[in-house]
């Protein structure tokens, strides 16, 4: 990860990952997350984004939440897979996601 900007170094082109979100929070947060691109919800846990000619298939599940302490965190397992996406729009396409989904406190 490169220091200082908060995103992976590279994506694949398939991945799973746990986020801090909600289901609500995350369908929020969404249409944003896209940048423009076409997004689609297709059913419960699914969506589908438009990348070029491309697609981002992205499927989630909401899990029980961590409790550290006194503090409780939502956990929304993703799995994220592009299909017919070039590999510098797909690298563009996640740290733009990332970033904007990005989420702190301090």
Do not use: N, S
């Not at 908060?6 to 746990?18: L, N, S, T």
């Not at 956990?75 to 989904?101: C, I, N, P, S, W």
Request: glycine share 14%; proline share 8%.
């Amino acid at each position: 990860m490169p220091a200082g900007d908060g995103v992976q170094g590279h994506y694949p082109a398939e991945f799973h990952r746990e986020q801090g979100f909600t289901e609500a929070d995350w369908l929020t947060c969404l249409p944003g997350a896209v940048r423009g691109c076409p997004l689609a919800i297709t059913g419960p846990g699914r969506a589908t984004v438009q990348i070029g000619a491309g697609t981002l298939q992205l499927a989630w599940q909401v899990r029980p939440p961590r409790q550290i302490a006194l503090m409780r965190m939502p956990v929304l397992a993703t799995h994220y897979r592009f299909d017919g996406v070039a590999e510098a729009d797909r690298q563009a396409f996640m740290k733009f996601f990332d970033l904007y989904t990005q989420r702190g406190g301090g």
